[in-house]
């Protein structure tokens, strides 16, 4: 199934991108949209179940699945408006949706993968879309990042290669090594732990470039900065996800042999840095997507300390990357409506905004209560999970110097926002003369109504879903 | 010969060390190709014939050929002769390339008796750090992107290494060259010189915060 969805994706895209009309490209964008809600569903019903040697329909990629097609369809219609606001000629519409139906097909291969090899030639693919979709503006800004994300990215992509080849020296047993994700953990014990570590090592830090982790977390935040907002909004969130999966799927292996304890600290202090840095630039910050994306970076970083403990701390992860990508995804759908109405991103001059679009400041201050994690949010959980988890890992001092650095971010977001929505500001008439579509509002609230919901009343299927991803991932 | 090959092989990473002019680095790029194709012919006699003569056409079209002449055309384009100016003189780049291949000959020893051929792994590691070296020291694209070829030769020559278990890693390697290739060369380069009037990383910092 996944195969024949590859085929006609692809095929698909190079349709879209050799004939290039406005029109066949949002018939044929709409028509893989279907393929896209298809599969997950198929995903859904045979979760658990190989789909051939390369793919596994494995629960923690049915769910990130789940959370990709939602930002898709989100992603797709926010595109829509924002295209149209441009005035975008239909070679760049169909150059935007070929590169767009390339990079959701391989994020979803990426999240179905079942071989490391595979894994890792679809993170390079995204690599190849993300920078044509960056580059969509045409402005030297847009090019800056993303000659910077690929030649970034390309190097660390080039390393995790590298730990791949050190993964099969590190194979001691008998025969050729199976590279498939279930051998590597059933002969986990055969591998030589110093090129595991050698490995581990280059994995983390190639795919920390996709997950925009540190060290190389700086072309995510150029990329987040220069793309157009529905693509931050979609590699803020669920490419960062496949950077996660990459690594995560590796520090599986990992997890079986007597070097655990050494890649435990590897992420708790990438983790840390990672949070501590966006601590920093968030202080002196003068973009609001750069803001955004330094919330990522923290993010990720808790992701990364909360993944070091344990099976509370994975859970944590799992649940802090869902609700993540939706309360994220949301606050670049809603700079992306603020830079339609006032044309900048600056933060300072940004002001009285809550006036100009009532509804789009009311869904900026939910989708500020959400990304910081402030009840009823369901990130809420994910952190407090987090935090419990540190304690009973006996990394009391590490929660503490966490819950201070996630103070000095709440403080410095926080105060950017309230600024930028109450403040008073200079009047300007031509801002009247933007209207802005209710539902383009509303699909924001849906989103981070959803962070509630799954975080606080969550339905039966979540919750199966989530205890099958602890059961299959250690 | 295999030895005899991987020790140019390194010497090439000396050279690019002092080495002023974009030309001679082109030069050395696609010698380096020359020599992954001996390298990988000798080593890998005993494989699946289409499968060996498909390695050794990636080598001699991608590697020695077609990035080479690519990289020809944008020096020529873009009118840049040397590598003008480096954070750091060319004796310190001697002297730290040189001190890469001593350190990676000392830790190839120390892991010998392991899984893997030694010489292969010294090869290797120096050109993967000697790239990366390269790639922060200059200040023009088309050096970085010479830092970033000579990078991927460097983990080229690792898979060969065990390109005889595995063959489908040493299929993915190539295809980390065309995506090189076609990507970074063809696509962008040319781009930034029509955009920004120069191919220096000067031009590349309006992001920032």
Known sequence: MLILYLICSFILAGFIFFKKREKTSYVLFCLFLIFQISLTLYACVHRGEADSSYFTFDSLGVILTCVLTLLSLATAYHEYLHVKRNKDDGRKIAIYHAALIGLIVSMTAVYFAHHVGVMWVFIEATTLFVSALIYHNRTAYALEAAWKYTFICSVGVALAFMGILTLSIAWQGSGPMDLTFASLKEGAGQLDPLWLKISFLLIFTGFSAKMGLFPLYTVCIDAHTASPAPISAFISTALMNVGFLGIFRVYQVVARTNIFEWARHVLLISGLLSIFIAAIYLLKVKNFKRMFAYSSLENMGIVAVSLACGSIGFFAATLHLIFHSLAKASLFYQIGQFYSITHTYEIEGSRDYFKQNPKGGLALIFALLSIMAIPPSGLFISKFLVIQSLFLYHYAWLAVILLCLILIIFFAFTKNIIYLLFLPGEKKDQLSLVKINPWETYSQFILLTLVIILGFFPPPFFTAILEAVIRESF | ?209
């Open chain 2, 1 to 209: 010969m295999l030895d005899f090959f991987i020790v140019i092989f390194m010497m090439t990473l000396v050279y690019m060390a002092v080495a002023q002019r974009i030309h001679t680095l082109i030069q050395l790029v696609a010698l380096q190709g020359v020599l992954l194709f001996g390298i990988s012919f000798i080593h890998l006699r005993d494989m699946h014939l289409l499968n060996l003569i498909f390695i050794l056409a990636e080598t001699i079209i991608f590697k020695t050929l077609v990035v080479p002449y690519f990289l020809l055309t944008i020096r020529k384009k873009n009118k840049i002769t040397k590598v003008t100016k480096s954070s750091v003189p060319a004796v310190y780049s001697l002297l730290f390339v040189s001190g890469v291949i001593v350190m990676s000959f000392l830790l190839g020893h120390s892991l010998e008796g392991g899984p893997l051929e030694i010489k292969y792994f010294i090869g290797s590691l120096s050109a993967l750090l000697a790239g990366i070296y390269f790639i922060i020291v200059h200040e023009k694209i088309l050096t970085h992107v010479i830092g970033y070829l000579v990078l991927e030769n460097g983990i080229f020559l690792f898979s060969i290494a065990i390109g005889q278990q595995m063959p489908m890693l040493i299929n993915t390697a190539i295809l980390l060259d065309i995506f090189a290739s076609v990507l970074i060369l063809g696509i962008f380069i040319n781009r930034i010189g029509n955009t920004f009037q120069s191919t220096s990383i000067d031009h590349l910092t309006s992001l920032r915060d």
